[in-house]
Nanobody, 120 residues
């Protein structure tokens, strides 16, 4: 299983970015997809957890600005980030909690990380 993230970059405060992350390989079903981030010198924190039913959970710091969504047919999770702030600067990692086979245990898989920089 591989998770390929894309969409990071540099923007000014108040700008927007959209991250995408596609899971590929042997996948039976995906329970959860989402995003973490890690800023320099800080612990990794959960940004958005997107279950298959769309009832996304968000970190308090991004509520009202970020929107997580999924395309289950494409095994892809998105993170629309609006009104970005300098404190959103971090490496963003996507993850998926899934089974590779019907008889498999549930495992967590990670993308490679994509840099988001918010600066004037």
């Amino acid at each position: 299983v591989q998770l390929q993230a894309s969409g990071g970059g540099s923007v000014q405060p108040g700008g927007s970015l959209r991250l995408s992350c596609e899971a590929s390989g042997s996948i039976f079903n995906i329970n959860m997809m989402g995003w973490y981030r890690q800023a320099p010198g800080k612990q990794r924190e959960l940004v958005a957890a997107v279950p298959s039913d769309g009832s996304t959970k968000y970190a308090e710091s991004v509520k009202g600005r970020f929107t997580g969504s999924r395309d289950n047919a494409k095994n892809t999770v998105y993170l629309q980030m609006n009104n970005l702030k300098p404190e959103d600067t971090a490496v963003y990692y996507c993850y998926a909690v899934l089974k590779k086979y019907w008889h498999d245990y549930v495992g967590t898989y990670w993308g490679q990380g994509t840099q988001v920089t918010v600066s004037s």
